[in-house]
C-alpha cells in the first residue's frame, strides 16, 4: 500500500515534471516567450527538486529502519506526526514490524531464560563447548560435582585432571564412559555422555557428567539384601529340619536298650555335634539376617557436636587404657540435622570401635574425630594413625561378611552403610597417602 502510493506519487511528479519541460521548451523555442518559458522551467526544477527529495527522504527513513534492526534496536518510535500522508503510512509499518521484532526477541529471551533456569537446575551436570574450545556455559550441578567453579576454555580441564581431560577429548558424539575419581577425599563414579550439536556452520559439544556412586551403593546395598535374604531363608528352612531330626533320633536312640553303653555314647556324641554345629549355624544365619532387617529410622531434630560428645564420653575410657590420643574438632557454630539418634550413636561407635582396633601395635596412637557442614549437609570424618587397609582389600570393606578380624563377623561396616544410606547420606572410606584409614559420614541437614 505505502509503495503503491509512493510509486503514485513519483509517477505524478514524473508526468508534471515531463509536461512542465515540454511547454517551457515550446514557449521558449516557438512563441519566444521567454517570461511564460522561464517560470515553467522554474517550475520544472521545482519539481524536479521535489522528486529528489521525496527518494532522498524516503531512502533516509529506510537506511535508518534498516540501521535500527541490524543492530537489534527495535525501541525506536518512528514520528507518526509526518506531513505527507505516504511518510505517516511508512511509519506505520516501520513501527509495526518493529513491534514484531520486539516480540520476538522477548519471546527468545523468555525461552532462553527457561532453558537457562532449566539447565541450573538439573541435578546432572552439564559443559558446553564451541568448536574453538571456548565454554558456552557451566551449571552449577557440574561446579558441586567437580568442585570447580569455571573452565574458561575445553584445555583448562586439563590441568585440572589429566585422566579426566584424555577422557573427554577421546570421546565421540552419542558415547557414554565411566570414570571413578577422588575429588577433595570423596570418592566419586562419574558417567560422562558426549552431544553435539550443530547449528547452522557452528559445531558445539556438550558433556552430561552425572555422579553414579550414590546410586551405585544404593544398588550394591539392595542386592547384597536380597541376596542375603534368599541365602538366609534357604538355609535356615534346611538347618530347622535337621535340628529336629537330631533330637528326635537323640530321644530314640535312649530310649533303644539294644545298643551296648559304647556304641550309644558314641552316636549319642554324633548326634551332639551335628545339633551343636546346626544350631550354631542357625545362630550364625539369624545374626545375618539383622542386615535385611534395619528398621526406618526415626528422625528427629539433633545437633551434631552433642550427639558426639556422648559418644567420646561413653569411648573415653577406652581409648585412655589404651593410651590413644584424641582429636575432636567442631566449627564454632551448632550444626542441627534430623537423624535417628540411637542408630546414629550404633554407627559411630562401631566406626570409632573399628579405629581403637587398628591402634594395637602401634608407636602413634591417634584418632581425629571432625564435624563440617558444607553444602547442605553434616560431615563426620573418623580418622587413625593406623596402617590403613591394603590396597587390594579397599574395595571389600563394605561386603557384608567380609572381615579382616579373627573374631569378626563382617557385618559392621555393611550395617554402617545401610543406616546411612537409610538416612539419606552416603558412608565412604578414604585412605590418605601418609597412611591410616579415614570413614568420612556425610549427612543431609534436612531430609
Not at 529471551?109 to 533456569?117: G, K, V
Request: aromatic share 10%.
Amino acid at each position: 500500500m505505502v509503495l503503491s502510493k509512493f510509486k503514485t506519487q513519483a509517477l505524478v511528479n514524473v508526468t508534471l515534471l515531463v509536461i512542465l519541460i515540454a511547454l517551457g521548451l515550446y514557449l521558449l523555442l516557438r512563441q519566444q516567450s521567454y517570461f511564460m518559458g522561464g517560470i515553467l522551467i522554474f517550475s520544472a526544477a521545482v519539481v524536479v527538486y521535489r522528486i529528489f527529495a521525496l527518494v532522498n527522504r524516503t531512502n533516509h527513513y529506510l537506511a535508518n529502519f534498516l540501521m535500527s534492526i541490524k543492530y537489534d534496536d527495535f525501541e525506536t518510535n518512528f514520528n507518526k506526526s509526518a506531513s505527507e500522508l505516504s511518510e505517516k503510512e511508512l511509519f506505520g509499518v516501520f513501527n509495526m514490524i518493529s513491534g514484531k521484532f520486539r516480540d520476538i526477541r522477548l519471546e527468545k529471551e523468555i525461552q532462553f531464560q527457561y532453558f537457562q533456569t532449566l539447565v541450573e537446575n538439573v541435578e546432572t551436570g552439564l559443559v558446553g563447548f564451541d568448536e574453538t574450545g571456548k565454554t558456552i556455559f557451566m551449571n552449577k550441578a557440574l561446579q558441586q560435582i567437580l568442585r570447580k567453579s569455571y573452565f574458561p576454555t575445553f584445555d583448562t580441564i586439563e590441568k585440572y585432571d589429566q585422566e579426566l581431560y584424555d577422557l573427554m577429548i577421546n570421546m565421540k558424539a552419542g558415547e557414554r564412559k565411566l570414570i571413578q575419581k577422588v575429588i577433595f577425599d570423596e570418592t566419586k563414579q562419574l558417567a560422562i555422555q558426549k552431544t553435539q550439536l550443530k547449528v547452522k556452520n557452528n559445531t558445539y559439544d556438550i558433556f552430561s557428567i552425572h555422579n553414579i556412586y550414590e546410586e551405585l551403593q544404593a544398588q550394591e546395598i539392595t542386592s547384597w539384601q536380597k541376596l542375603i535374604r534368599i541365602l538366609t531363608h534357604e538355609i535356615m528352612n534346611s538347618v530347622s529340619p535337621v535340628i529336629s531330626l537330631a533330637h528326635s533320633t537323640n530321644d530314640l536312640i535312649s530310649s533303644n536298650k539294644e545298643f551296648d553303653g559304647e556304641t550309644r555314647d558314641e552316636i549319642h556324641q554324633a548326634i551332639k555335634a551335628i545339633q551343636k554345629r546346626s544350631e550354631g549355624l542357625l545362630h550364625f544365619t539369624e545374626t545375618y539376617r539383622r542386615l535385611t532387617r534395619v528398621p526406618p529410622p526415626d528422625l528427629k531434630e539433633m545437633e551434631a557436636k552433642a550427639m558426639f560428645n556422648d559418644i567420646i564420653i561413653l569411648m573415653g575410657a577406652i581409648m585412655k587404657n589404651k593410651g590413644i590420643d584424641l582429636e575432636f574438632t567442631t566449627p564454632e557454630k551448632s550444626i542441627e540435622f534430623c537423624g535417628d539418634q540411637d542408630q546414629l550413636e550404633q554407627v559411630f561407635i562401631n566406626l570409632i570401635k573399628n579405629a581403637i582396633e587398628a591402634l594395637d601395635g602401634q608407636e602413634v596412637k591417634r584418632i581425629i574425630v571432625q564435624l563440617e557442614s558444607r553444602d547442605s549437609n553434616v560431615i563426620f570424618r573418623i580418622r587413625d594413625s593406623g596402617p590403613g587397609v591394603p590396597p587390594e582389600l579397599r574395595d571389600q570393606i563394605f561386603i557384608p561378611f567380609y572381615t579382616t578380624k579373627e573374631e569378626g563377623t563382617g557385618i559392621g561396616l555393611s550395617l554402617c552403610r545401610q543406616i546411612i544410606y537409610q538416612h539419606g547420606g552416603n558412608l565412604r572410606a578414604n585412605f590418605p597417602e601418609e597412611g591410616g584409614a579415614e570413614f568420612i559420614v556425610t549427612l543431609p541437614l534436612h531430609v
